[in-house]
């Protein structure tokens, strides 16, 4: 079964502190993996599209990598204004869009 | 420029009432798709249009009824809904629906059904 698993659920951060969250796939051929940051209460909104094993974006503070079962998104020094749930997905055989549960991550000043 | 807008931003309705959520994309988008999301979960398909027509419903109660009237609008008609229905209801739209398009998403309505 087509499935995608963030961790962690939640992640604490100070200021400056530098992490990488985490989502393992297994899907049955990739056709793109993607990732969203949600502010509370707003609809998703696009971060990057990783389509290959090795490929590697970058965006401001955010650089997100694949493998053959999981991508990170690292985040370096990270400021409060990066708090949000971090969604990722996967299309899955059916051609739907199947998200993780996400990671939410605080950080603190 | 990758908008997607929706109206209202919030709604409150009985469960005897009838409304409508609208969507609309000008970036030449010929897929569309309606989300349902509850609180702390992530986004679940509802529906998906490719090219105007109905592709996708994810056997969804009929009392939502969506409806596309152009390639750039999507409607999500409301009647009767119970109060397990209030939820962040969220548009998305990509190139077209091939397996492996970004889908960008809209702001969403926030439904309360009483």
């Known amino acids: 079964e087509d499935q995608v698993t963030q961790s962690p659920e939640a992640l604490r951060l100070q200021e400056g502190e530098s992490s990488s969250l985490n989502c393992s796939y297994t899907?049955?051929?990739?056709?793109?993996l993607f990732w969203y940051r949600q502010d509370p209460g707003k609809g998703p909104e696009f971060l990057f599209t990783?389509?290959?094993a090795g490929e590697e974006k970058e965006k401001e503070r955010l650089k997100a990598t694949l493998t053959k079962k999981e991508s990170f998104l690292h985040i370096t020094a990270p400021k409060p204004e990066d708090s949000a749930t971090y969604l990722c997905?996967?299309?899955?055989?059916?051609?739907?869009?199947?998200f993780g549960q996400g990671t939410e991550l605080s950080v603190k000043p | 420029d990758t908008e997607v807008t929706q109206t209202p931003k919030h709604l409150v309705m009985g469960m005897t009432n009838k409304k409508s959520l609208k969507c609309e994309q000008h970036m030449g988008h010929r897929a569309m798709y309606w989300y349902k999301q509850k609180a702390k979960k992530p986004p679940e398909l509802m529906f998906v249009y490719s090219y105007e027509k109905l592709s996708i419903n994810e056997s969804v109660p009929s009392r939502f009824s969506p409806e596309c009237p152009n390639s750039s609008l999507l409607n999500l008609h409301l009647h009767a809904l119970q109060p397990e229905d209030s939820a962040l209801y969220l548009c998305?739209?990509?190139?077209?629906?091939?397996?492996?398009?970004?889908?960008?998403f809209g702001p969403g309505t926030r439904l309360l059904v009483l």
């Open positions: 997905a996967v299309y899955n055989q059916g051609g739907k869009l199947i």
């Open positions: 899907v049955s051929g990739l056709r793109g």
């Open positions: 998305a739209s990509s190139q077209d629906s091939r397996d492996g398009e970004t889908q960008y």
């Open positions: 990783l389509y290959s």
